[in-house]
């Protein structure tokens, strides 16, 4: 980064802590909702939306009470889309993009139209890949994403059209590429950055999203059932979580400024990559990695809290004294996603050779709310939330860690879609918060000619 810094006169580097610094004392004096929560840790109201529901809590006498936690899609509990480890293992991404985008479940004959229209749209522009994935390929995947959603502009005509017609065809066809966006994006990073090798498989008409990202990643293109059903359940999982949360929300703001559809969605990539954000699961995973050289015995609950209280008493891992994977904004008693996840995991784990690090995830999940109430003092219920086992998921999977968060806007490209159709439909209004100055309109500085100042 030193080649790039700027040679500068004046002081901009030396003081920008300062020149930014807001008086904390004013977010309170002006009842300032910080983050756009209130002070109890809910959301501010911003919107209503008929996509899904992300249940926590109740509130009760004015009082927010936990309560187990529920995730609804379209009003159907996530936990009954994606069925039980005993059901048929068919596919379910497919018909959770379509119940997000049209509103209701499909028949099998919709379906399967539904089916048929994203595997028609995988194709890239002719050069596409060349000029815009191989060239000048970034480090991180999700900036990669970003660049060819924002390229993708030029190649569609109609790029500035609202019809409803561009917007849905707009969204098919991003729900269908990104995926073979992410594979490629992912192996240009290999070869530019660590001499890996450059593997472009072609797509296999037919397949679905989970067999299709498996296939081009994988160099022998093979996989059991057991693996592409349980990554089709990380894309379920993943594909919408409310209109609040942080991408889900740019891409509310950006829509209400009437911007077009591959502006919008670039800029909800770019705020999945934050590491408040999609690229949380990077620190739990990171985490992880600690606890499994620091605890020398994973049976021994004794060493797992040792290793947990000097986490807490910020002695261990990155000394922020966080427990990573633990605690949710919203969900308190229990994370559906979480919990959905553990149950096919433990599954995917049984027998492996992942089984022992699956049993000290589920350790830390169980000790760390004693650890923190009686560490931190801590009184809220905790919960594991679903990056506790999505990053141990993907290492079953052979999925490499840079994928992680990518995969993460795969599967929620379903779910901008739908918050964008929403606002274009029913929003129809700027969101402009207001933000208070410091000072008052009516003391404005006086203003000096350069040569007195």
């Known amino acids: 980064?030193?080649?790039?810094?700027?040679?500068?006169?004046?002081?901009?580097?030396?003081?920008?802590?300062?020149?930014?610094?807001?008086?904390?004392?004013?977010?309170?004096?002006?009842?300032?909702?910080?983050?756009?929560?209130?002070?109890?840790?809910?959301?501010v109201l911003a919107g209503v939306t008929n996509i899904s529901n992300v249940h926590g809590y109740v509130i009760s006498d004015d009082v927010k009470v936990a309560d187990e936690g529920s995730l609804l899609y379209r009003g159907y509990e996530l936990s009954d889309?994606?069925?039980?480890?005993?059901?048929?293992?068919?596919?379910?991404?497919?018909?959770?993009?379509?119940?997000?985008?049209?509103?209701?479940?499909?028949?099998?004959?919709?379906?399967?139209?539904?089916?048929?229209?994203?595997?028609?749209?995988?194709?890239?522009?002719?050069g596409f890949t060349t000029?815009?994935?191989?060239?000048?390929?970034?480090?991180?995947?999700?900036?990669t994403l970003q660049r060819t959603i924002v390229s993708l502009y030029a190649h569609d005509p109609e790029a500035e059209s609202r019809e409803f017609e561009h917007e849905i065809s707009t969204a098919i066809s991003l729900i269908s590429r990104l995926p073979r966006i992410m594979v490629f994006s992912y192996y240009a990073k290999e070869s530019r950055f660590n001499n890996g090798s450059m593997i472009m498989h072609p797509f296999i008409p037919g397949q679905s999203t989970a067999e299709t990202i498996l296939s081009m990643l994988r160099p022998d293109r093979q996989f059991t059932p057991e693996e592409a059903r349980m990554l089709d359940i990380?894309?379920?999982?993943?594909?919408?979580?409310?209109?609040?949360?942080?991408?889900?929300?740019t891409t509310r703001v950006l829509t209400s400024a009437d911007t077009d559809p591959y502006s919008t969605y670039a800029a909800a990539i770019g705020s999945l990559k934050g590491s408040r954000h999609g690229g949380a699961n990077h620190k739990i995973r990171a985490m992880h990695a600690e606890a499994k050289r620091e605890i020398a015995d994973w049976d021994n609950d004794d060493e797992i809290v040792d290793?947990?209280?000097?986490?807490?008493?910020?002695?261990?891992?990155?000394?922020?004294?966080?427990?990573?994977?633990?605690?949710?904004?919203?969900?308190?008693k229990s994370d559906p996603r979480a919990v959905t996840l553990k149950r096919f995991a433990r599954e995917l784990a049984e027998g492996s050779e992942f089984e022992r690090e699956f049993r000290l995830l589920e350790s830390i999940e169980r000790l760390s709310p004693a650890v923190l109430r009686d560490v931190k003092g801590t009184k809220k219920d905790m919960c594991a939330n679903v990056d506790m086992y999505s990053g141990l998921v993907y290492a079953m999977l052979g999925i490499p860690e840079d994928m992680f968060t990518p995969l993460f806007a795969c599967a929620r490209m379903a779910g901008w879609a739908a918050h964008r159709f929403e606002e274009i439909v029913s929003g129809r209004r700027i969101m402009r918060p207001a933000y208070k100055a410091t000072f008052r309109s009516r003391e404005a500085a006086e203003y000096r000619p350069i040569d007195e100042r």
């Open 81 to 126: 889309l994606i069925g039980s480890t005993d059901d048929d293992r068919r596919f379910r991404y497919e018909e959770i993009a379509y119940l997000l985008l049209l509103g209701h479940l499909p028949t099998q004959d919709q379906l399967d139209s539904f089916i048929a229209v994203i595997d028609s749209q995988r194709d890239l522009p002719d």
């Open 307 to 332: 290793y947990l209280t000097r986490v807490v008493n910020k002695e261990a891992f990155d000394r922020t004294g966080l427990i990573y994977g633990m605690g949710h904004a919203v969900y308190t």
């Open 131 to 143: 000029s815009m994935i191989l060239r000048d390929t970034p480090d991180n995947i999700m900036n």
């Open 234 to 249: 990380m894309l379920c999982i993943h594909a919408e979580h409310g209109g609040g949360n942080n991408s889900t929300f």
């Open 1 to 43: 980064m030193s080649d790039q810094t700027i040679d500068c006169t004046f002081e901009l580097y030396d003081s920008f802590t300062t020149v930014n610094t807001v008086d904390p004392s004013y977010y309170e004096r002006f009842d300032v909702k910080r983050g756009l929560r209130n002070a109890d840790g809910t959301g």
